[in-house]
């Protein structure tokens, strides 16, 4: 890894507040960071969007329903092949605007990832996918840029891959099924970056859609477009700013009480259990048990209510469901945190008459982001009055940032 001087972007910290530039914006910001690193301009440039999940969470792990959309906020790389005599066997370099770091590899089967967890892998892991395919490239430079902020849930990792996944494809132009670009985005996370991350993330990168959201069935890896073409409402998303490390093995306990109960019931996975089945058996299970699989199959349920409401353009109906998961994810599946809590309360506490229909933990949970489903005429107030209350709070300085459904990863014209 070499370290260069500082070259961030000067708008990359002003899109963490408001709404982010616009992909023509960053794709000449990310123009000129090529040039200036390489030396040459760009032939290609690429986008792969960020994604929250309106609803369904702890669920995907479970053959369960998740409802994402892609957002507003992108990973952005520009690349051209390499100007000087290119070295032999190929290699690649790119250059993250974010971290201010060059990183260097081979392009060939057989580039191993490096030991530490550095961002360079979840490229590695990408373009080892593709030389697995029998996909290589010649020697390229490439410059990233970002505006999805990086840790906070909204898959900066998964964006990041899908953006590498495009750029390869720009450049050998050798096209991938959408779907096998997906799957192989999610090996090099599992692979390379040693994340066991369900498939949602790099889904709603590479097929996220303007006005629409995605129920994601897990079990089938089938999606359905749900409508969401309504001017009328937007999402707004507020990053709490903190990240608790509670409890490292939080996450895998939780997947080994939800498999502990489906074993109870005698089913696969809690996809196919009910409350009822779940209720029958309530004397067999050990309380968290009982609780983390409660959550579950009610969210299940809930998902695919919420999809329904949403076609049907019933956004309190939508916004119900979407406290309801909170609640169940604070009560019952114990993942949520005061600060997250907060931001809920807040949000409850403008309610339908302020513009808030709903609002609810989106991701792992113990940190990360709130979402919220709020009137369009209203979301900047909304936002406000949110980061001000939570500030004044907490003490704590969030973030905050309306998008509408966004579309899935592309190349841009240069
Ligand atoms: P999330 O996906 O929720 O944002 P992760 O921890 O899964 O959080 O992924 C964050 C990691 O992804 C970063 O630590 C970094 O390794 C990589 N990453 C994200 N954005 C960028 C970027 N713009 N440049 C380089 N690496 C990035
Ligand atoms: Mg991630």
Same mark, same amino acid.
């Given at each position: 890894m070499i370290h260069t001087s500082p070259s961030r972007p000067p708008d990359a910290d002003a899109v963490a507040g408001g709404p982010g530039p616009s992909v023509t914006q960053l794709q000449a910001t990310v123009a000129e960071a090529f040039s200036k690193r390489f030396g040459q301009p760009a032939r290609w440039f690429v986008a792969a969007p960020g994604r929250v999940n309106l609803i369904g969470e702890h669920t995907d792990y479970n053959d369960g329903f998740v409802l994402p959309m892609a957002i507003e906020r992108y990973v952005?790389?520009?690349? !051209?092949?390499? +100007?000087? %005599? =290119? /070295?032999?066997?190929?290699? &690649?370099?790119?250059?993250?605007?974010?971290?201010?770091?060059?990183?260097?590899?081979?392009?060939?089967?057989?580039?191993?990832?490096?030991?530490?967890?550095?961002?360079?892998?979840?490229?590695?892991?990408?373009v080892a996918g593709f !030389?697995?395919? +029998?996909? %290589? =490239? /010649?020697?390229?430079?490439? &410059?990233?840029?970002?505006t999805v902020p990086v840790?906070?849930?909204?898959s900066s990792s998964a964006a990041l891959e899908v953006a590498t996944a495009t750029l390869l494809e720009a450049v050998t132009g050798h096209q991938l099924p959408a779907n096998r670009k997906a799957l192989l985005c999610q090996k090099a996370e599992h692979e390379y970056a040693g994340v066991p991350c369900g498939i949602m993330d790099q889904f709603s990168s590479v097929f996220g859609r303007e006005n629409a959201l995605m129920l994601l069935d897990c079990r089938s890896q089938e999606m359905e477009y749900v409508p969401l073409a309504s001017e009328e409402v937007t999402v707004l998303i507020t990053n709490s700013n903190v990240s608790h490390q509670l409890d490292d093995g939080a996450y895998a306990q939780r997947r080994a009480q939800c498999h502990t109960a489906a074993a109870a019931l005698r089913v696969g996975s809690l996809r196919e259990a009910t409350l009822q089945q779940l209720n029958a058996q309530r004397s067999q299970l050990e309380e968290h048990c009982y609780r983390r699989a409660r959550h579950v199959i009610a969210e299940i349920a809930r998902t695919t209510q919420a999809a329904a409401a949403i076609a049907a353009q019933d956004w309190k109906t939508t916004g119900q469901l979407m406290y309801e998961s909170h609640a169940s994810l604070r009560d019952d599946f114990e993942v949520s945190c005061p600060e997250l809590d907060i931001l809920v309360e807040l949000a409850q506490e403008i309610g339908v008459e302020g513009g808030v229909y709903g609002s609810r933990m989106t991701g792992g949970g113990f940190g990360g982001c709130t979402v919220s489903l709020t009137r369009t005429a209203d979301v900047e107030d909304i936002r406000q009055a949110l980061l001000a209350r939570y500030e004044a709070r907490t003490g704590i300085r969030p973030h905050g940032f309306a998008s509408r459904p966004a579309r899935g990863a592309f190349v841009m014209q240069p």
């Open positions: 952005v790389m520009a690349a !051209a092949l390499r +100007a000087e %005599v =290119p /070295p032999a066997p190929p290699t &690649a370099r790119f250059y993250s605007a974010e971290f201010d770091e060059m990183t260097e590899f081979g392009l060939e089967q057989g580039s191993r990832p490096s030991a530490s967890t550095s961002w360079s892998n979840y490229v590695q892991g990408v !030389a697995a395919e +029998a996909i %290589v =490239p /010649p020697s390229f430079d490439a &410059a990233v840029l970002s840790g906070g849930g909204l």
